[in-house]
T-cell receptor
Framework: NAGVMQNPRHLVRRRGQEARLRCSPMKGHSHVYWYRQLPEEGLKFMVYLQKENIIDESGMPKERFSAEFPKEGPSILRIQQVVRGDSAAYFC????????????FGPGTRLTVL | QQPVQSPQAVILREGEDAVINCSSSKALYSVHWYRQKHGEAPVFLMILLKGGEQKGHEKISASFNEKKQQSSLYLTASQLSYSGTYFCGTEYAGNMLTFGGGTRLMVKP
């Protein structure tokens, strides 16, 4: 049973470009969470999605950031017009259902904005 | 509100014990514990649920005091592989986890 997959693992963008981060949850998991981690800091919740629905996006910046989890395919976290402050590790996690289930994390995408 | 973890850092010799604490200012539904090694993804250790149910690894033990809104992770007879940063994630409502700032653990030979 493959774990949570994220790609790319490393992404370099220049200021003003767009970044697209992909996350494929574990087989059988329909709940996806995105977190951001700055160096030497903790994990900050960004958004929680189920298939075709955004359940909670309270941690997402209001501008430039968006997320989706379509019926088919991976979940996408999109950052438009990136700035240097967007440089961070972005982790996605998945769980099998709602309620108090453990979340399994992917390896992360390390975004560097030049 | 972010839960508060203590201590922020701890250094152990192999075989020593440690306790990592996680405190919340709000009532908790569950507490999740993860360990993250540098440059890697967080790895699930344990979940403690309101009502006393626990799910996790056999070699890890933890407690959850619902009244005090606190959880503690107990690391006994530490091994070099225990080194890393430990995060508690607290669930207040819904399914979102709010993570603490982490506790850096270093185990030395």
């Amino acid at each position: 049973n493959a774990g949570v997959m994220q790609n790319p693992r490393h992404l370099v963008r220049r200021r003003g470009q767009e970044a697209r981060l992909r996350c494929s949850p574990m087989k059988g998991h329909s709940h996806v969470y995105w977190y951001r981690q700055l160096p030497e800091e903790g994990l900050k919740f960004m958004v929680y999605l189920q298939k075709e629905n955004i359940i909670d996006e309270s941690g997402m910046p209001k501008e430039r950031f968006s997320a989706e989890f379509p019926k088919e395919g991976p979940s996408i976290l999109r950052i438009q017009q990136v700035v240097r402050g967007d440089s961070a590790a972005y982790f996605c996690a998945s769980s099998p259902a709602s309620g108090r289930y453990e979340q399994f994390f992917g390896p992360g995408t390390r975004l560097t904005v030049l | 509100q972010q839960p508060v973890q203590s201590p922020q850092a701890v250094i152990l010799r192999e075989g020593e014990d440690a306790v990592i604490n996680c405190s919340s200012s709000k009532a908790l539904y569950s507490v999740h514990w993860y360990r993250q090694k540098h440059g890697e993804a967080p790895v699930f250790l344990m979940i403690l649920l309101k009502g006393g149910e626990q799910k996790g690894h056999e070699k890890i033990s933890a407690s959850f005091n619902e009244k005090k809104q606190q959880s503690s992770l107990y690391l006994t007879a530490s091994q070099l592989s225990y080194s890393g940063t430990y995060f508690c994630g607290t669930e207040y409502a819904g399914n979102m986890l709010t993570f603490g700032g982490g506790t850096r653990l270093m185990v030395k030979p």
